[in-house]
């Protein structure tokens, strides 16, 4: 690889800026075919739950896509607009917040109404991937509409990319697979890491395993739990949390910006995508965003303190149902719980702080959460149905034990995310110098 236009000589101006003069610029559409997927009608049972892998877009963040939770049946594929797509199709998402995100797809599956199929008439798929990725930035900015980017067929195919000559797009989409390839091995490292980190959050949540200088009585004892320890007790969950008040702002309320009131609020979409850790510390995680100056804010704000937690009331599935976060280095900022989300406190003193966030998390405590989600495409659970949930308690020491052993485990996959972040960053910086030709390949 040679720096600048050595190899061939001049440049040319284009919407896109300054490309090498022997490549083109071309509406996507005009080197590919795209068409988007449906949803069965959620009302109907029989659709849902088959066999068929059904892809939403919040599938299309993991760019190659092997699995999916979702599962639409026969009857529900041919009473709808959801589509079929092959093994190795470009897909992007079309709406909200993923709106421009891109994967390939590895698998056959079904693609509902947020998702595009992109079919490129030439073999150049891992080329246009790329591509689209650079241009993501570019995309999101040029279509923004009410505060998101909302995408539509006519609009993805009149996106223009910049092409150099075959041989060069097969060249360089191989450089930047070695950096995905890279990419995806720290991720397969970083999900093994946080399987392992969950298999033991589940023994020393549920009293299976114990930190030994925790014991004080031996034996376990039957309860609707399950078997936990003799010295752990079992409470309902408003008999040991208080529910406080939330100021359920929408995004166009928000900002990230600093202001003068600088009340920070935090909406369930961060907890479902944004915030890593169970411990949102605020000395570390700069993306809570702020309530903006012009928002006219209720009477008699509840701030929240630290060691209060934050749960998202609705999730898109199962596994995000009771998803929580800890507050941690609070200090004197002001803070407040947003939209979809239920600020809770332990005024019962029953728990250490550190521990409380997993006490959401352990196997039982989750089937029941699940067993209290109401909804079909979106699940949501109640104040109510929430307060009844029981939660088992070890004792204070084993509380504070637990929690170190686990805030271990979550460092060490924060400095693993790091090293992944790097690697995207340098990725970034090659896409930016090979995707505009300031550097070209040797073919």
């Not at 003193?349 to 989600?373: D, M, N, P, Q, W």
Request: charged residues 30%; proline residues 3%; glycine residues 6%.
């Amino acid at each position: 690889m040679s720096r600048g236009a050595f190899t061939r000589e001049g440049y040319k101006k284009t919407e896109l800026g300054w490309i090498p003069e022997d490549w083109e610029v071309k509406r996507l559409g005009e080197v590919a075919e795209v068409y988007s997927g449906g949803t069965p009608s959620t009302v109907i049972r029989e659709y849902y739950g088959g066999e068929i892998p059904w892809i939403n877009s919040g599938d299309l963040n993991k760019t190659k896509i092997f699995s999916v939770e979702g599962r639409i049946t026969e009857l529900g594929l041919r009473n709808s607009s959801a589509k079929i797509i092959q093994p190795e199709t470009l897909l992007i998402a079309l709406y909200g917040a993923t709106a421009g995100v891109v994967a390939i797809s590895k698998i056959e599956a079904a693609i509902n109404q947020a998702v595009l199929a992109i079919i490129p008439r030439r073999d150049f798929v891992y080329f246009l991937l790329h591509q689209l990725i650079y241009l993501q930035d570019f995309i999101k900015r040029t279509y923004k509409q009410g505060g998101q980017a909302n995408l539509s067929g006519e609009l993805v195919k009149s996106c223009p990319l910049a092409l150099p000559p075959l041989p060069e797009q097969k060249k360089i989409a191989e450089i930047l697979s070695t950096w995905d390839e890279a990419i995806e091995k720290l991720n397969s490292y970083i999900e093994a890491k946080k399987k392992l980190k969950k298999a033991l959050m589940q023994k020393l949540l549920t009293g299976k395993q114990r930190i030994k200088e925790s014991i004080v009585r031996e034996g376990y004892k039957k309860t609707e739990l399950g078997w936990i320890p003799e010295d752990w007790e079992v409470k309902r969950f408003d008999e040991v949390f208080s529910f406080l008040k939330v100021e359920p702002l929408s995004r166009e309320a928000l900002t990230d910006k600093d202001n003068d009131l600088g009340i920070y609020n935090i909406h369930y979409g961060d907890l479902h995508a944004t915030y890593k850790s169970e411990l949102l510390d605020f000395d570390k995680e700069k993306r809570v965003p702020r309530i903006k100056d012009s928002v006219i804010l209720s009477h008699n704000l509840n701030f929240l303190e630290e060691g209060d937690l934050v749960i998202a009331d609705v999730s898109e599935d199962y596994l995000g149902i009771g998803t929580c976060i800890e507050l941690k280095n609070v200090k004197e900022r002001k803070i407040l719980g947003g939209l979809h989300t239920f600020s809770v406190r332990d005024c019962s003193k029953k728990t250490a702080e550190g521990f409380r966030v997993y006490l959401l998390k352990s196997f039982e405590v989750l089937t029941a959460l699940k067993r209290i989600a109401t909804g079909v495409s979106v699940y949501g659970i109640s104040k109510t149905n929430l307060s009844r949930i029981k939660i088992p308690l070890p004792p204070l020491a084993e509380q504070k034990k637990i929690a170190e052993i686990l805030s271990k485990a979550d460092e060490e996959i924060d400095l693993l995310n790091q090293e992944l972040e790097k690697l995207k960053i340098q990725k970034k910086g090659l896409m930016q110098k090979l995707l505009t030709g300031v550097w070209r390949v040797k073919l």
